[in-house]
T-cell receptor, first 115, second 118 residues
């Protein structure tokens, strides 16, 4: 149980285009989902927290107009990187929390390369 | 604010030996949870072990054990009988329990790259 999927697992896009990454909880309802960004050999950096049906809460320094997060249902959250640039190339990981559970369940991650 | 510190950027261990990965934390909250995750080169975050701040016994999960020393604010991970497949990046993380079903965000340490030699 407690499986989280991400799609796509990797994506290459041209500079200036937008990319949407999906995060789904497959066998539970996720009241809260989290989006992280990770550069090679570095730690995970929390970008934003999203609760179903409400606006995401962004961490300081994260551009909310560039990284659009939508948590439309209890099983799906999306991260859209708008007008992507090479510096947005990174590994994006989502995680989901189920109600009272203290644990976060992580997705397998999405590797984004912007050329 | 919470802070997690992992002071070992890289560790090497011989196969079948035990290894300890260090983690210290800082928080003024009384109720919190400590986690260890393994991240192999594929990138997935694999949950290893959890220790609650009020748990009196050290957590164990198979070959993994967490050496929890609350007064010293340390939560070291011990891997016994290392295997080649244990080579990965390991993250210590903490989450504060704000009350009821409310939890703070997960704060990660810098990570330690473990290499197991045959």
């Amino acid at each position: 149980g407690a499986v989280v999927s991400q799609h796509p697992s990797w994506v290459i896009c041209k500079s200036g285009t937008s990319v949407k990454i999906e995060c789904r909880s497959l066998d539970f309802q996720a009241t809260t989902m989290f989006w992280y960004r990770q550069f090679p050999k570095q730690s995970l950096m929390l970008m934003a927290t999203s609760n179903e049906g409400s606006k995401a809460t962004y961490e300081q320094g994260v551009e909310k107009d560039k990284f659009l997060i939508n948590h439309a249902s209890l099983t799906l959250s999306t991260l859209t990187v708008t007008s992507a640039h090479p510096e947005d190339s990174s590994f994006y990981i989502c995680s989901a929390q189920a109600g009272k559970d203290y644990e976060q369940y992580f997705g397998p991650g999405t590797r984004l390369t912007v050329t | 604010a919470q802070k997690i510190t992992q002071t070992q950027p890289g560790m090497f261990v011989q196969e079948k030996e035990a290894v300890t990965l260090d983690c210290t934390y800082d928080t003024s909250d009384q109720s919190y949870g400590l986690f260890w995750y393994k991240q192999p080169s594929s990138g997935e975050m694999i949950f290893l072990i959890y220790q609650g701040s009020y748990d009196e016994q050290n957590a164990t999960e198979g070959r993994y054990s967490l050496n929890f020393q609350k007064a010293r604010k340390s939560a070291n991970l011990v891997i016994s009988a290392s295997q080649l497949g244990d080579s990965a990046m390991y993250f210590c993380a903490m989450r504060v329990h704000a009350g009821g079903t409310s939890y703070g965000k997960l704060t990660f340490g810098q990570g330690t790259i473990l290499t197991v030699h045959p």
